[in-house]
């Protein structure tokens, strides 16, 4: 992996084999990463107040993702989905730092490590002082979840997984009532609360915002994907 970038112009376009991306926000650092083969994304969040970290999705690349963590050690890992793409890394990651497992319990029989902390939509999890809340989004999978860092409500930061990117919500795999069922909640729950000026950190690829995003959901409605 190359460097990190820990400048002020953080973008979120991150490409596997380069460096990562980091982000300050108050009480809050983000450092986003892809890994390979899949292109997936991993975001390592530390407590700016602790040092507390939590990883979002050990997708691939346990040397990678170990690399970031550094000495500072790993406290959570969360899975955002049971998809294999996200998970590849997963049992090298908490053998070499002990963290706890969090993923959503439609989920979590399914991922190849076990979950020791079960979680639904509205729940907490911890980061140091910082707080995320769990975010169910049904569709993706059945146990799909986000999680939202909103310290600051008017300019909140939304980790969608696999069920939000740029240009429309992520695969139901041609299952209409999963379309249905994604987009519903999506509309509810993140479009229907949050402010244009979210930011999205999707499992894939470039970020985006709600506010970009918000003009063409009635035509991902239409369009059926």
Request: net charge negative; with cysteine.
């Amino acid at each position: 992996m190359g460097s990190t970038n820990n400048s002020d112009d953080y973008t979120g376009a991150v490409v596997v084999g380069g460096p990562a991306d980091v982000r300050e926000l108050p009480g809050l650092t983000i450092t986003k990463v892809a890994v390979g083969p899949m292109d997936n994304n991993a975001y390592l969040l530390r407590c700016a107040a602790t040092g507390e970290q939590l990883l979002i999705d050990a997708a691939n690349e346990a040397g990678t993702l170990l690399g970031l963590i550094g000495e500072a050690g790993l406290a959570t890992v969360v899975t955002s989905h049971r998809h294999g793409d996200h998970v590849q890394a997963l049992e090298a990651v908490v053998a070499a730092t002990g963290a706890r497992t969090v993923a959503h319990p439609a989920d979590a029989g399914a991922i190849p490590v076990p979950t020791t902390t079960l979680v639904g939509d509205g729940d907490q999890v911890t980061v140091g002082e910082a707080t995320l809340r769990v975010v169910h989004l049904v569709g993706h999978t059945p146990g799909s979840i986000a999680l939202l860092y909103d310290a600051d409500p008017t300019a909140p930061h939304l980790f969608t997984g696999d069920c939000l990117f740029p240009g429309g919500p992520g695969s139901t795999f041609g299952d209409a009532e999963a379309f249905n069922s994604l987009m519903d909640d999506l509309e509810r729950n993140v479009f229907g609360r949050l402010p244009d000026a979210t930011w999205i950190y999707p499992g894939h690829g470039k970020d985006t915002t709600l506010g970009v995003e918000r003009p063409h959901f009635a035509d991902w409605r239409a369009r059926g994907w």
